[in-house]
Structures are given as C-alpha cells and as structure tokens.
C-alpha cells in the first residue's frame, strides 16, 4: 500500500497528528497531544495508529524528566520516474544554470511527449 493510500486511511485527528510531526521534524510525544489540543490517552492513541501504519517512527526517551517517545516522519521513498522521460534523467539535474533552448532538454522533452503511459 502507498504512502498516499495510507494517509487517506486515517482519521481527521491522525491526519493532524501526522501534519504536525512532518512540520516539526519530530516531536516529544509529551508535547504533540498538547499542540493537538487532546487528551494524553487520545495523543498516544494516535501516535501508536500512525507507527502502525508506518507514517511515523515512536522512540523511547527521557524529556523533562519524564519517560516519552520521539515522534518522527518515516522516511519516505522518492519517486524519481518524474524526472525521468523513458530511460532519459532530466538535463537540470546536477546544472547550475539552466537552457532551456539546449538540445538535451529538446531531447529529454521528446522521450517525454513520446513515452506510452
């Protein structure tokens, strides 16, 4: 199942919960309930559906003197088939300054408008 499949899954509140972590970076989970504006158990229950679920990763810790979890994206595959036009990687890729008018960019842009979906 894709991570989009995935996401369309969850509830309003994991929704949230997952926007939250991915704009942080990660998050104690003592402070991601808070920020959600629900209940401690609620928070946990979230945070424990979307490492089910492989969205997040949950890490034992101390923060503040209190055993928590670290809440964090999962990393996520790249889809690299975007820059590419049949077996053809983008021309930008690694190019400091960029021409459009160049015959690779041509090139790539045909294997484009000629590759069957």
């Known amino acids: 199942m894709s991570v989009s499949e995935l996401?369309?899954?969850?509830?309003?509140?994991?929704?949230?919960?997952?926007e939250l972590i991915r704009e942080t970076g990660g998050i104690h989970q003592s402070d991601?309930?808070?920020?959600?504006?629900?209940?401690?158990?609620?928070?946990?229950r979230?945070?424990?559906?979307?490492?089910?679920?492989?969205?997040?990763?949950?890490?034992?810790?101390?923060?503040d003197g209190h055993n928590t979890y670290y809440l964090e994206p999962a990393p996520r595959d790249l889809?690299?088939?975007?820059?590419m036009a049949g077996d053809m990687l983008s021309p930008f890729i690694g190019e400091e300054e960029?021409?459009?008018?160049?015959?690779a960019f041509s090139q790539w842009l045909m294997n484009l408008a000629y590759e069957e979906y």
């Open 7 to 18: 996401e369309s899954d969850l509830s309003a509140d994991e929704r949230a919960g997952l």
């Open 32 to 44: 991601f309930w808070k920020q959600l504006d629900v209940s401690s158990r609620k928070g946990s």
């Open 46 to 63: 979230i945070a424990e559906a979307l490492q089910e679920s492989g969205l997040i990763q949950r890490e034992n810790t101390v923060y």
């Open 79 to 83: 889809d690299f088939s975007l820059l």
């Open 98 to 103: 960029i021409d459009p008018q160049s015959d």
